[in-house]
């Protein structure tokens, strides 16, 4: 069930297909992606308030957001990925990177925060791996070294590398997970401080749209009040609570680029006329290439919008379902695209 009411949300579902009918053309996303290009100019479409304000789905209404939940999350996202999952990745890494602050910040920062992602529509980054420490997240390196002033913590200066950040290089709100005194612990971090660089965009196989940078720190300075819930060694607990959310997410890609491919293999089909009849008439070719992929993705579905239930209806530990959501939904979206690339074309060798 929608957390938003329904008509919000299929508002925000029938404007983002017309925006990408007008604006996301085929043959414009295939050029994005020969040019491995983040496209800009459309997340600032996507995310102006005055225009689109796709952000303020998942942003509660107490900070200027439409206080979207998982369902709505889940509609979207797989909006997005029907649409190019390079630009569903630029769109909802935001959602990821906010996710320490909603789930660990103070009442202050959430309202700093979220309130400015939402008026402002900053893109924010999610930076959590590093080049050793990628599934063991223990064992990260980046350094957050108190500044003192008046035997007073003022702030930290942050030293580390992290590895393939989503929006790294576009991103204006980074929260970064590091190593205090007191532990790991995430902090917020914005562009164009002292000390702070990125690297050139990542030459990815897919999502190509989609910008992933490696972030560099040399002793970037950020004040006290950006120790997000203001107590270190809090950051594994803060990852791992929104693990449920955010592997939904993912899984919802996967259901939406799946059945963008079939789509494309169905309409094929019945057009396409070999052995004296429509390729959709004959059964060697649905009950192979497409039927069991239509199973497969609407179970995915089931499965996704049951614990996108759960975690709207207040269970929000979820991260064992959220994982088999992904799982299954992702392992569903690919075999769909490669039985539709099958469909379209059996190279014979
Ligand atoms: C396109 C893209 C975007 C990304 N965006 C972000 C982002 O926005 N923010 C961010 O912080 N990170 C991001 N990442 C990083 C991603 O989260 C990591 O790639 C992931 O955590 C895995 O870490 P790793 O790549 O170091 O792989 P490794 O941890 O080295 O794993 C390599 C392989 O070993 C397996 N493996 C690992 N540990 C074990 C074990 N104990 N037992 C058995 N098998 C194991 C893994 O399943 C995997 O198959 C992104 C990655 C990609 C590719």
Do not use: C
């Amino acid at each position: 069930m929608t957390t938003l009411d329904t008509d919000t949300l299929e508002m925000v579902l029938t404007t983002l297909r017309d925006y990408a009918a007008k604006r996301l053309k085929p043959e414009y996303l295939r050029e994005l992606d020969e040019r491995d290009e983040f496209p800009h100019d459309v997340l600032r479409d996507l995310y102006d308030p005055e225009k689109f304000g796709l952000h303020l789905i998942f942003i509660p209404e107490e900070y200027g957001g439409l206080g979207g939940g998982a369902y709505d999350v889940y509609r979207v996202s797989e909006q997005m990925a029907r649409i190019d999952l390079g630009i569903a990745t630029g769109v909802l890494a935001t959602f990821l990177g906010t996710d320490p602050i909603v789930v660990g910040g103070t009442e202050e920062q959430k309202a700093h925060w979220m309130g400015r992602i939402a008026s402002e529509g900053l893109l924010v980054a999610y930076g959590a791996t590093e080049p050793q420490a990628g599934s063991d997240l223990g064992t990260l390196t980046t350094r957050a070294v108190p500044v003192e002033e008046d035997g007073k913590i003022i702030g930290y200066k942050i030293t580390g590398r992290k590895q393939w950040i989503s929006n790294g290089g576009v991103a204006k709100l980074y929260t970064i997970l590091a190593n205090a005194p007191g532990g790991i612990s995430w902090f917020v971090m914005e562009a164009g401080q002292p000390g702070f660089s990125y690297g050139k965009p990542e030459d990815k196989h897919g999502i190509r749209a989609s910008n992933t940078a490696a972030l560099f720190l040399d002793e970037v300075f950020v004040p006290v009040e950006n120790l997000i819930g203001g107590v270190e060694g809090q950051g594994l607990a803060q990852a791992q609570a929104v693990f449920g959310y955010t592997r939904l997410m993912v899984g919802s890609f996967g259901l939406g680029a799946g059945w963008a491919a079939l789509e494309r293999a169905i309409r094929y089909s019945q057009t396409r006329v070999q052995g004296g009849g429509l390729l959709s008439t004959k059964q060697a070719y649905t009950h192979k290439l497409l039927v069991p992929n239509a199973v497969h993705l609407e179970a995915s579905r089931a499965y996704i919008e049951w614990v996108a239930e759960r975690i709207d209806g207040g269970d929000p530990d979820q991260q064992t379902e959220g994982a088999v959501a992904k799982y299954f939904a992702t392992e569903s979206g690919n075999k769909a695209a490669e039985d539709a690339i099958q469909a379209l074309s059996l190279i014979h060798i």
